[in-house]
C-alpha cells in the first residue's frame, strides 16, 4: 500500500526558506511525483513536478524560487522553497504515480506552509 508523509511545514517570513520533505512506502524506486498546494478559498494549484527520470516541470508561479528534487535511497521527495511570499502560504501536498501532467493516483496529508510579511 502506497502512503505518503509529508514533513517541514511552518512558519516563516517572507524572503525567507523552507525545505519540504515527503517519504513514501510501498515503493521500490518513486514513480513521478509532484507537490501541490491550496490555499483558504482556492483551487489546488500544481507547484513542481518530476518524472521517474529526474526531469522537472514548475509552476510560473514558483520558477526560480523552488527547487523541486529526490532521494530514491531514502524515498524521500523534497522542496526547497526560496525567496517565499504571502501568496505562498497553504497546504502543501505531496502527490505520486503521475496519469497525466498535474493528475496524480496517491496524495499525502498535507503540510502547512505560513509566511508572513
Known amino acids: 500500500q502506497v502512503q505518503l508523509v509529508e514533513s517541514g511545514g511552518g512558519s516563516v517570513r517572507a524572503g525567507g526558506s523552507l525545505r519540504l520533505s515527503c517519504t513514501a512506502s510501498?515503493?521500490?524506486?518513486?514513480?513521478?511525483m509532484a507537490w501541490f498546494r491550496q490555499a483558504p478559498g482556492k483551487e489546488r494549484e500544481g507547484v513542481a513536478e518530476i518524472y521517474a527520470t529526474g526531469t522537472t516541470s514548475y509552476a510560473d508561479s514558483v520558477k526560480g524560487r523552488f527547487i523541486i528534487s529526490k532521494d530514491n535511497s531514502k524515498r524521500t521527495l523534497y522542496l526547497q522553497m526560496n525567496y517565499l511570499k504571502p501568496e505562498d502560504a497553504a497546504m502543501y501536498y505531496c502527490?505520486?504515480?503521475?496519469?497525466?501532467?498535474?493528475?496524480?493516483?496517491?496524495w499525502g496529508q498535507g503540510t502547512q506552509v505560513i509566511v508572513s510579511s
Open positions: 510501498g515503493y521500490g524506486s518513486l514513480p513521478a
Open positions: 502527490a505520486a504515480l503521475r496519469r497525466r501532467p498535474w493528475d496524480y493516483v496517491y
